[in-house]
């Protein structure tokens, strides 16, 4: 980008991007505080909500769910979340036993 400043699209056309050029270092205390929502995602949260229930909401859903199960629980996997964690934030503990296998692999 010319003088080094970034730019982002709008129907107006290119616009300058807000906050400080890139290497600056940004003032404590400014910016979104730690958990408000970005306003274009609330908004658009707001809309999909609006249209699933005009679309006949949770039944719709269970009936298109039922016609099509493998987009509905490949959409449901997307919802779960990345990673896990058990009781009070503390990891979970894996045990895996290969014994039935190792009779498998070597006979005596």
């Known amino acids: 980008m010319p003088g080094?400043?970034?730019?982002?699209?709008?129907?107006?056309?290119p616009q300058p991007?807000?906050?400080?050029?890139?290497?600056?270092?940004?003032r404590p205390g400014s910016g979104r505080r730690p958990g408000v929502?970005?306003?274009?995602?609330?908004?658009?949260?707001?809309?999909?909500?609006?249209?699933?229930e005009?679309?006949?909401?949770?039944?719709?859903l269970?009936?298109?769910?039922?016609?099509h199960p493998?987009?509905?629980y490949?959409?449901?996997?997307?919802l779960l979340p990345i990673q896990l964690t058990g009781m009070n934030n503390q990891p979970i503990e894996v045990s895996v036993s290969l014994e039935?296998?190792?009779?498998?692999l070597f006979r005596d």
């Open 62 to 67: 269970v009936k298109w769910g039922k016609k």
């Open 54 to 60: 005009r679309m006949g909401g949770v039944p719709s």
């Open 100 to 104: 039935w296998l190792r009779g498998k």
């Open 70 to 72: 493998g987009e509905f």
């Open 37 to 52: 929502p970005n306003k274009i995602t609330a908004s658009v949260k707001e809309a999909l909500v609006e249209a699933f």
């Open 74 to 78: 490949r959409l449901w996997l997307r």
């Open 17 to 26: 991007a807000s906050g400080p050029p890139k290497g600056c270092v940004k």
């Open 4 to 13: 080094g400043h970034a730019t982002s699209l709008s129907p107006q056309g």
